[in-house]
């Protein structure tokens, strides 16, 4: 019998969508259950018996999972925005000689592709000498969350990377992949920022007050099932993203302020922080995510931590035709490759 110590995930970045190539890092977390790549249906007939069916068909392969991380690094966001939001990207040092490398993940929203890029993915468990490898692995959702422990404990940042696949194969696992180093997020360093416009997005900081957040994106990327001469896609569609943050933060004068604010329409543009360690001597590691939208579902008495009030709201994702934006992602880390 296997023992789940020996599970693992491991991956390498495609050089052409759905062309496989052999693992070349683990994935630092964990991952759902390992599901099936196929959809088996009971045909229904009528046969002069006791018995619904007595056949069964698939049609179609698709692999759908989500790696997860309870304590997420900087560095694993690169391939989960590089294979979700926008391909192709080059991280340019921004300390000559430090290796504090910063990645811009802004995708296009106008007809321009973003070209993700794609990945092999490699799941199963070593005792039982058992590997399957999935191929053309896209990001379709995308969920970063984290809170500040009241108590002095951890401050983890999750995330956790819906993702769809062409199909399973079976594959020897790459070997010989060393563990994963990374530096870890702190949700206690997390900072968000609401603001009225994009030209000024960073600059009116909740400052002291932030408790909690979630920020979940869909990236709109699809696979693209047609006739041919495969059971699985061939393709893929970059569909419209959505986004949608929320936030709780402690009550007062912030908190009636937004509820305010949201009963009427309007436009917020959010900016969710989180800082790291300093990288060399250049600049520190950083996760930015920042987005327009409206507030939603805003309660400044929504619940309350030893007597006092905690608010929550919701951001809602929207196309500002003045900044020409909906979301932009910024990752600054000590690796310009994945």
């Known amino acids: 019998m296997g023992a789940s110590a020996f599970n693992y995930v491991q991956y390498g970045k495609e050089t052409n969508n759905g062309t496989a190539v052999a693992a070349t890092k683990r994935w630092p977390g964990t991952w759902q259950k390992l599901p099936s790549d196929v959809k088996k249906v009971e045909v229904a007939e009528m046969m002069d018996v006791r018995a619904a069916a007595r056949r069964t068909r698939a049609d179609q392969k698709l692999f759908r999972s989500s790696l997860i991380s309870p304590n997420a690094t900087f560095q694993q966001l690169i391939p989960v925005f590089g294979c979700g939001l926008k391909g192709g990207v080059t991280a340019t040092e921004t300390t000559p000689a430090q290796g504090d490398y910063d990645w811009a ?139 949608m943050g929320t936030f709780t933060i402690e009550g007062g004068s912030n908190a009636w302020t937004i509820f305010d604010n949201a009963r009427s329409a309007g436009l917020v ?37 030893r007597g006092r009030n905690l608010a929550t709201f919701a951001v809602n994702g929207l196309y500002d035709p003045t900044g020409a934006k909906l979301l932009q992602c910024g990752l600054i880390t000590d690796t310009n490759a994945y």
């Open 269 to 305: 543009v959010a900016r969710l922080k989180v800082v790291g360690p300093q990288i060399g001597s250049g600049v520190n590691h950083q996760l930015q995510i920042d987005f327009s939208g409206d507030y939603m579902e805003v309660s400044p008495l929504d619940s309350e931590d």
């Open 105 to 243: 993940f802004t995708p296009a929203v106008t007809t321009t592709s973003n070209a993700p890029d794609s990945l092999t993915v490699e799941l199963g468990n070593s005792e039982e000498s058992e590997c399957r490898e999935v191929e053309y692995c896209m990001f379709d959702k995308i969920t970063i969350g984290g809170s500040i422990d009241q108590e002095g404990g951890e401050c983890p940042v999750n995330v956790e990377a819906s993702f769809f696949g062409r199909q399973l194969s079976d594959a020897t696992k790459t070997a010989a992949i060393g563990q994963p180093s990374g530096t870890f997020m702190n949700a206690k360093k997390a900072r968000l920022y609401l603001d009225t416009s994009w030209a000024g997005v960073g600059g009116t900081e909740i400052a002291n007050l932030l408790r909690s957040f979630q920020i979940e994106i869909l990236t709109g990327l699809i696979p693209d099932a047609t006739g041919s001469a495969n059971e699985y896609f061939n393709a893929h569609k970059e569909s419209i993203f959505g986004i």
